[in-house]
């Protein structure tokens, strides 16, 4: 939904299932028309869609994208954002390290990216910017050298070219967002302006570059690092990279007692990726790549575990965990206080809680449509409060 200063705020339907494109209007017919109907009556509402590359195929047939338009027009809907960070299945089976392939090395990668910006530059509102979210080049573990990075570049230079031709066919403004996570090629701040600096290092002549390539900040990833939001937005929004997007999610946060280590194997599940960060309180210390790493190196070294933990596990906006374990709302609060003092530094916000189907069950609240809608008022809380919404 449009909020003040020309926000927008969605939450993202990788949420539901959805592999090709007729499960992913099946979650929308489903879920998201009845959280519409709850938090949005009367208004416009904003959709932040997740399409694998099967269904960005699948939808892009005119036949099809025609129908969806009309369905979008139906029910006063739109999309301004698409999630292009999982490029195949993202629920029920094991997807961890998998999630970063392909990764921005493979042509495969830049193919999907850019079939997800013509499918966006048809459903895009006029006068409406338009983002997409993707992987931040590839991950730690996949052993990117100097030959790699360079192919990372090219690619991403010609999908930026690619969206500057759209807008110049379209008068749109699209911008793709490489997303920082933990272990990723770029996790942190300061590896965004490194990336970017190097890049610009390798193209210098592509002025136009920092207007279609930026960042999709998530909230859970850089609380995960340790990093305290006005810093990090400031140090990337001031060095001219551009905010695609801001995710707002919470990360999990625990002190690694005893007993809050045995409790932490709830959360070790097969499907997601649960990188840990170890700290001493202040500064990051050891990163584990997931959760039974992490347990394992508890086991082992017990007088070097640090003084708090932070998980890569996406938990409810507004349910605070309870019983030892926190959360990172602070992050969340942080980045919208840093929002609201530079309104026109990010257009885009979406509620990202993908972890719906893993997470305890003490954590849910409801089904997955009372969680979302409480997301919803959480945040639509906390936006007014700062004047956002």
């Known amino acids: 939904m449009e909020l003040n200063h020309g926000l927008h705020l969605g939450y993202c339907t990788n949420i539901h299932r959805g592999e090709d494109w007729a499960s992913t209007w099946r979650g929308l017919e489903e879920y998201t028309l009845q959280v519409r109907?709850?938090?949005?009556?009367?208004?416009?509402?904003?959709?932040?869609?997740?399409l694998s590359e099967r269904a960005a195929r699948e939808?892009?047939?005119?036949?099809?994208?025609?129908?969806?338009q009309e369905?979008?027009?139906?029910?006063?809907?739109?999309?301004?954002?698409?999630?292009?960070?999982?490029?195949g299945n993202f629920?029920?089976?094991?997807?961890?390290?998998e999630v970063f392939k392909?990764?921005?090395?493979?042509?495969?990668?830049l193919e999907y990216t850019k079939l997800l910006f013509d499918l966006l530059a048809q459903l895009l509102p006029a006068g409406m910017s338009g983002s997409v979210s993707t992987l931040p080049g590839s991950h730690k573990e996949f052993g990117v050298g100097k030959e790699e990075l360079g192919l990372i570049f090219d690619h991403l230079q010609v999908c930026s070219q690619h969206i500057e031709s759209l807008r110049e066919k379209t008068g749109k403004d699209l911008h793709l967002g490489l997303e920082p996570e933990p272990l990723g090629l770029?996790?942190?701040?300061?590896?965004?302006?490194?990336?970017?600096?190097?890049?610009?290092?390798?193209?210098?002549?592509?002025?136009?570059?920092l207007r279609n390539v930026g960042v999709n900040y998530d909230c859970c990833h850089l609380a995960v690092e340790f990093e305290e939001a006005d810093e990090a937005l400031s140090r990337i929004a001031d060095a001219g990279v551009r905010l695609s997007k801001l995710h707002l999610?919470?990360?999990?946060?625990?002190?690694?007692?005893?007993?809050?280590?045995?409790?932490?194997k709830e959360f070790d599940e097969p499907v997601y990726f649960h990188q840990v960060i170890a700290s001493d309180g202040v500064n990051p210390l050891r990163r584990f790549r997931d959760i039974p790493e992490a347990l394992e190196f508890a086991r082992s070294m017990p007088g070097q575990v640090g003084e708090e933990w932070r998980v890569h596990f996406h938990i409810p906006l507004h349910a605070s965990p309870t019983?030892?374990?926190?959360?990172?709302?602070?992050?969340?609060?942080?980045?919208?206080?840093?929002l609201a003092a530079r309104p026109k530094a990010c257009q885009h916000l979406e509620m990202e809680t993908y972890t719906w189907e893993v997470l305890p069950v003490e954590l849910r609240a409801g089904d997955v449509v009372d969680q979302l809608c409480a997301e919803y008022d959480w945040t639509l809380g906390e936006m007014r409060k700062r004047g956002l919404a």
């Not at 629920?91 to 390290?97: D, L, P, S, T």
């Open 323 to 338: 019983g030892g374990f926190g959360d990172t709302q602070d992050h969340i609060l942080g980045c919208l206080d840093w």
């Open 71 to 87: 369905w979008l027009e139906k029910h006063d809907c739109y999309v301004f954002t698409i999630n292009g960070f999982p490029y």
């Open 59 to 68: 939808l892009s047939a005119p036949c099809q994208m025609a129908e969806f």
């Open 37 to 50: 109907r709850r938090v949005a009556k009367g208004r416009k509402y904003g959709i932040g869609l997740r």
């Open 249 to 264: 999610s919470s990360a999990l946060k625990l002190k690694p007692t005893v007993e809050n280590l045995e409790r932490l």
């Open 186 to 209: 770029v996790e942190t701040s300061g590896e965004v302006l490194k990336f970017f600096g190097l890049y610009l290092d390798r193209h210098p002549r592509d002025g136009r570059f």
């Open 102 to 109: 392909p990764d921005w090395t493979s042509p495969k990668r």
């Open 91 to 97: 629920h029920g089976e094991r997807v961890k390290e």
